[in-house]
């Protein structure tokens, strides 16, 4: 239910507030009892705009996504290797889709949510303002970037929020196919010539670090991550999270022959898990801040495709207008 | 109660640019012999773009043999404030269930 009092008006209503108090009973009971809150379910203003917050960054990660991969749609060394990297796009561009029209049930438009993108004012993630110069970092995407987005979406499937689960439901079972793929083009490479080996030790490199920091910040800087914990939005921390990515990785690594570029990477014993190296997160919120090598570059090409993209939309509205004015006459005609 | 619905039932309350496509439901039947079911929603500026557009992103994968789309506009749905009156008379009718029936327990066939 929506509030009809202006902001800063005293809410003197008991029967209203009553009434709110019902709603929010019913919203925590839902929540402990680790159900599923829908769409049209009363829900705290905060909870709507957290997940309106992170569904929409995620899309928009989808969307930008799309560009350090497009960047080599032309120039995939195979023509087999070309239909699955455009396979691989349009899922993306698909799972951006899913991800706004699940955002959109909590009453944010997709076209406010375009806006934001490309007013610069929403954010994605900032792993796809890295640049990718070599053949490799389509490996290296879809083993690393794929990879880690996996070990974050697949808890994602039990969010609390009905739609944003069931899409990435849809998701995750896509995925699959990203990391897979990016891992054998990393094997392939890894077992060609010394210079393709080189090649693909070198995007590991650089996408090493980078996906690792896609977990967000360590959990105590981490300003979102309990209340979204408490409404069983996340199921694990930053933390957590990113540890398990980087058990997975190790054997992966050896797997493809290649080495991880970390020199605080060991095995704990004590812990159970492998101990890994400090990350740059002045580097991370560096290129949050916008000044990444490809913010500029990933913007101004979504608004291009936007603005390119215009007089399509335009001639189909002007279409289905002109059909909808003909259906009516000739419905006019057969009635009279 | 009637209102736009997104994903089964979204607010109505989206203020949607007059120039947007109007948004649809997509239903899928994933095989013969199976029901339509709810797959999600997207944006098209007609019926025919909405079931070309549903085809590219609900069965990329073939997860269909026969797509729905509905205006999501027009789509009736009930109200979650009705939700007690609705389906609370089905609550206490446990003899609809044939567990409730027990005299025939050991009897073959039954």
Not at chain 1, 251 to 277: F, K, M, S, V
Request: include cysteine; glycine fraction near 8%; proline fraction near 5%.
């Amino acid at each position: 239910m929506e509030s009809t009092t202006p902001a800063g008006a005293p809410a003197a209503d008991p029967a209203r507030d009553a009434a709110r108090d019902t709603e929010s009973a019913e919203f925590d009971a839902v929540i402990a009892a680790d159900g599923r809150i829908e769409p049209r379910d009363a829900m705290p203003d905060a909870y709507r705009k957290t997940l309106v917050r992170q569904m929409s960054q995620h899309a928009n990660s989808e969307i930008i996504g799309m560009q350090p991969e497009g960047n080599w749609i032309t120039r995939a060394p195979s023509l087999m290797r070309k239909a699955i990297l455009m396979a691989k796009v349009q899922d993306e561009a698909g799972h951006g889709l899913y991800l706004y029209s699940a955002a959109e049930t909590l009453g944010t438009s997709r076209a406010e949510m375009t806006d934001a993108l490309l007013a610069g004012t929403a954010r994605y993630s900032s792993i796809f303002n890295y640049p990718t110069p070599t053949w490799a970092d389509m490996g290296a995407i879809g083993w690393l970037v794929d990879g880690a987005a996996i070990v974050n979406q697949v808890p994602l499937c039990r969010c609390s929020y009905g739609p944003y689960a069931r899409a990435m439901v849809r998701i995750c079972k896509e995925e699959s196919f990203h990391q897979r793929q990016g891992f054998e083009i990393l094997l392939t490479l890894s077992r060609g010539t010394t210079a393709q080996h080189e090649m693909a030790q070198d995007a590991v490199n650089r996408w090493y670090a980078p996906s690792l920091m896609m977990f967000g910040p360590p959990d105590a800087d981490s300003s979102h991550s309990a209340q979204s914990m408490a409404w069983k939005i996340k199921r694990f921390s930053n933390d957590e999270l990113r540890q398990r990515f980087v058990d997975m990785l190790v054997p992966q690594a050896e797997a493809l022959g290649l080495t991880l570029p970390d020199d605080g990477l060991r095995w704990n014993e004590q812990r159970g898990h492998y101990d890994y190296g400090d990350l740059d997160w002045a580097e991370f919120k560096a290129v949050l801040r916008g000044e990444g090598q490809c913010n500029a570059q990933r913007l101004a090409h979504r608004r291009r495709a936007h603005e390119d993209g215009a007089w399509v939309r335009d001639a189909a509205s002007a279409y289905a207008a002109k059909q909808a004015t003909k259906d009516a006459a000739r419905q006019e005609v057969s009635a009279a | 109660m009637s209102g736009s619905i997104g994903d089964g039932g979204a607010p109505a309350r989206s203020v949607v640019p007059e120039k947007a496509w109007p948004l649809w439901e997509v239903f899928i039947r994933p095989s013969r012999g199976l029901s339509h079911t709810h797959a999600g929603s997207l944006h098209a500026a007609d019926a025919t773009m909405a079931i070309a557009n549903a085809r590219d992103l609900y069965t990329r994968r073939a997860e269909g043999v026969s797509i729905w789309v509905v205006r999501s506009a027009d789509l009736v749905a009930s109200s979650p404030d009705e939700k007690d009156a609705l389906f609370d008379p089905a609550g206490d009718k446990i003899y609809r269930y044939p567990t409730f029936f027990t005299a025939s327990e050991g009897v073959p066939g039954l």
